[in-house]
């Protein structure tokens, strides 16, 4: 039996088009990469400095803030998520925002 999702983002030329997420870490990842942007890109956000790929104070708290709201209602695995989201973000600090392997965090 196989298990998973397609991600389809198709609004824009060049866009990823079907990506195949086939593991929990790559479903994270595309929403976590997500909520990211959609904090990034807050009218409210005015610590975003333009041209920087790592996240602000501001930021990373509001990150985790809209990620732990989403995991909330989970009741297994909860902390192995929460967790997942530690170590995916002090990944994407270090790395300028780029996540290379999400299977691996």
């Known amino acids: 039996m196989?298990?998973?999702?397609?991600?389809?983002?198709?609004?824009?030329?060049g866009d990823a088009g079907a990506v195949d997420l086939d593991?929990?870490?790559?479903?994270l990842d595309r929403l976590f990469s997500?909520?990211?942007?959609?904090?990034?890109?807050?009218?409210?956000n005015k610590t975003?400095?333009?041209?920087?790929?790592?996240?602000?104070?501001?930021e990373e708290?509001?990150?985790?803030?809209?990620?732990a709201t989403l995991l909330k209602p989970l009741t297994e695995d909860k902390n192995h998520y929460l967790q997942f989201m530690d170590r995916y973000l002090k990944v994407y600090?270090?790395?300028?925002?780029?996540?290379?392997?999400?299977d691996k965090i």
């Open 2 to 13: 196989n298990i998973g999702y397609v991600w389809v983002l198709a609004n824009y030329p």
């Open 23 to 27: 593991t929990p870490a790559k479903m």
């Open 34 to 44: 997500e909520v990211i942007n959609d904090v990034v890109n807050m009218d409210e």
């Open 48 to 58: 975003h400095i333009l041209n920087v790929l790592t996240l602000s104070k501001w």
């Open 61 to 67: 708290s509001e990150v985790r803030c809209q990620i």
């Open 93 to 102: 600090q270090e790395n300028n925002g780029h996540i290379e392997e999400p």
